[in-house]
């Protein structure tokens, strides 16, 4: 399938696969599943190949995963937090509410740096940034030094390791299921802290 991808957007318009460079990071901020970062790294392989240009393709990126980054941190902006702490909106558990808020006070600005390094996650981070009000030009400078560091390493692993691209997406998932047990083990120390702190509190 990957091969196929890779076929298909080297015999395609240089705009076209520009387009797709700029909306597939995008995207992959709603749809976590979606293939955004084997793609960046299809794109690196592009860059080898002469296809397309190194500078745009890091821009292009990095701008699509900000803005839709943005557009879920200004969504926690907008998000009425006395529904929230009321209970009112039953997707947000109360305490989870609280937990993130307390998480982003003391390392808020390490999650937003790292962010995109963070896969499965990175949606709710850039909600929470915002449900937690983190001032608006620090988190747009960390988020945009995220992304831009995120997809130069892809678009870096695409250049030197391009013809193996389904050996990248394997080891990828490899990383994004380490990522998540360490941030499972993570949460649930937190969790527990929290609840074992609030009960003796």
Same mark, same amino acid.
């Given at each position: 399938m990957l091969e196929t991808l890779f076929q298909y957007l080297q015999? #395609?318009?240089?705009?076209?696969?520009?387009?797709?460079?700029?909306?597939?990071?995008?995207?992959?901020?709603? *749809?976590?599943?979606?293939? #955004?970062?084997?793609?960046?790294?299809?794109?690196?392989?592009? @860059?080898a190949r002469g296809v397309v240009s190194f *500078?745009?393709? !890091?821009?292009?990126?990095? @701008?699509?995963?900000?803005?839709? *980054? !943005?557009?879920?941190?200004?969504?926690? @902006?907008?998000?009425?937090?006395?529904?929230?702490?009321?209970?009112k909106l039953k997707f947000i558990n109360k305490d989870a509410l609280e937990l993130a808020e307390n998480w982003f006070r003391k390392y808020g600005y390490a999650i937003i740096l790292f962010n995109r390094f963070i896969s499965g996650v990175r949606s709710v981070i850039a909600y929470f940034a915002g449900v937690s009000n983190l001032p608006v030009k620090r988190t747009v400078i960390l988020s945009s030094i995220s992304s831009l560091m995120w997809h130069l390493? !892809?678009?870096? !692993?695409?250049?030197?390791?391009? #013809?193996?691209?389904e050996l990248i997406d394997h080891y990828m998932h490899i990383y994004g299921t380490l990522i998540a047990i360490v941030m499972g083990i993570i949460i649930t120390v937190v969790v527990v802290r929290y609840f074992v702190t609030k009960k003796a509190s």
């Open positions: 015999s #395609s318009d240089a705009y076209l696969i520009y387009f797709a460079l700029l909306m597939f990071p995008f995207i992959e901020n709603f *749809f976590p599943p979606s293939p #955004s970062d084997v793609v960046v790294v299809i794109g690196g392989a592009l @860059i *500078f745009p393709v !890091l821009l292009l990126t990095a @701008i699509g995963s900000e803005i839709g *980054f !943005l557009v879920l941190y200004y969504l926690g @902006i907008q998000t009425d937090k006395k529904l929230l702490h009321a209970g390493l !892809l678009l870096l !692993l695409g250049i030197f390791f391009g #013809s193996h691209v």
